[in-house]
C-alpha cells in the first residue's frame, strides 16, 4: 500500500469478527459488550513534537498488534481492504509482533 500515515496516527486492519476454537469450532462475537477491537498494525505515523519542541517517535511498529476501543476510529476502504484510523492515544494495549 502506498502512503504515509501522519504524526500520532495509525492505520490498523482490525481482526475477524469470530474465533476458530482448537476443536474447529467456529466462534461469532456478539456486539454486546464488546467495546475493544483488535487489529494488527498497517501503518503508523513516525510521532510528534512536544511543546518544547523536542521530536517524540511512536513506540508502535507495523506488525504489532493493538487493542482499542471500537468507536474511536474513522472507517476507511482502501483497495477493497477494511481499514481504521486511530489516534495513537486511543489505543488501549498493544503487543510487539504478535
Known sequence: MRGRVLYKKLLVRP???EEKTEGGIIKVWEDKG???????V??????????????VPL????G???HYHKNVGI???LGGESYVL???EAQVLFVEGE
Open 15 to 17: 481482526f475477524p469478527r
Open 64 to 66: 504489532d498488534v493493538v
Open 86 to 88: 486511530i489516534a495513537d
Open 59 to 62: 513506540q508502535i511498529r507495523e
Open 42 to 55: 498497517v501503518k503508523a505515523g513516525n510521532g510528534f513534537l512536544t511543546k518544547d519542541g523536542d521530536f
Open 34 to 40: 464488546q467495546d475493544i477491537m483488535r487489529a494488527t
Open 75 to 77: 472507517d476507511i476502504t
